[in-house]
C-alpha cells in the first residue's frame, strides 16, 4: 500500500512587536523545513507530578516519536497564571530543567538531518559537550495542573 500523505514544508515564523521612543524595534524571523510528513498537535494537562508529555525512541511505538525523523518540537504554556518546568532527558540519563513561565513558549530545534539525535547535553560543564540523543520531555506544574500546547513536526 502506497502513502497518499504529500510531503509538505512548514513555515515556522516568529516575530517581535515592539516600538520604543517612536522606532521601531522587532524583528521578524521564519524557518522552512522541507519535506514534513508527520504532525501532532495537541494539548495535554499537566499536573503537579511529573508526566512524560514527549518520548522519542528509535522504532515506532505507542505514543512514542522517531528520534531520527523529529525537526521541530514546540510547547506553549496555555496556563494564565502558573509556570511548568520542562525537564529534557538524553540516552544517557543526563537531564536539564527549563521553566516555562504562563502564555510563555519553548522551541526544541531538530537537526535538518538528523531529527534530535545528537542535539542535547546536560553535562556539568558546558565546556566538554558531549551530544547525546534526546529521549524524553517532562513537565511538572508547580501550583496548579496546567495546559501544554505541544506540536511536533517530523519528516
Do not use: W
Amino acid at each position: 500500500m502506497a502513502t497518499t500523505i504529500s510531503a509538505a514544508t512548514l513555515t515556522v515564523t516568529l516575530t517581535e512587536s515592539i516600538t520604543l521612543n517612536g522606532q521601531d524595534k522587532g524583528a521578524t524571523n521564519s524557518l522552512e523545513i522541507a519535506s514534513v510528513t508527520e504532525v501532532s498537535q495537541r494539548i495535554v494537562n499537566v499536573p503537579t507530578s511529573e508526566v512524560v508529555v514527549l518520548a522519542m525512541g528509535t522504532a515506532v511505538a505507542a505514543g512514542q516519536f522517531i528520534e531520527s525523523t523529529v525537526r521541530y518540537i514546540r510547547i506553549t504554556n496555555k496556563d494564565d497564571t502558573n509556570h511548568v518546568t520542562l525537564t529534557f532527558r538524553n540516552e544517557n540519563s543526563n537531564e536539564c530543567i527549563h521553566l516555562l513561565d504562563a502564555g510563555h513558549t519553548f522551541i526544541y530545534p531538530g537537526d535538518n538531518s538528523g531529527g534530535v539525535v545528537n542535539t542535547h547535553d546536560a553535562s556539568a560543564s558546558a565546556l566538554s559537550i558531549s551530544l547525546d540523543d534526546l529521549v524524553d520531555i517532562t513537565a511538572l506544574a508547580d501550583t496548579a495542573a496546567c495546559d501544554l500546547e505541544l506540536f511536533v513536526a517530523g519528516v
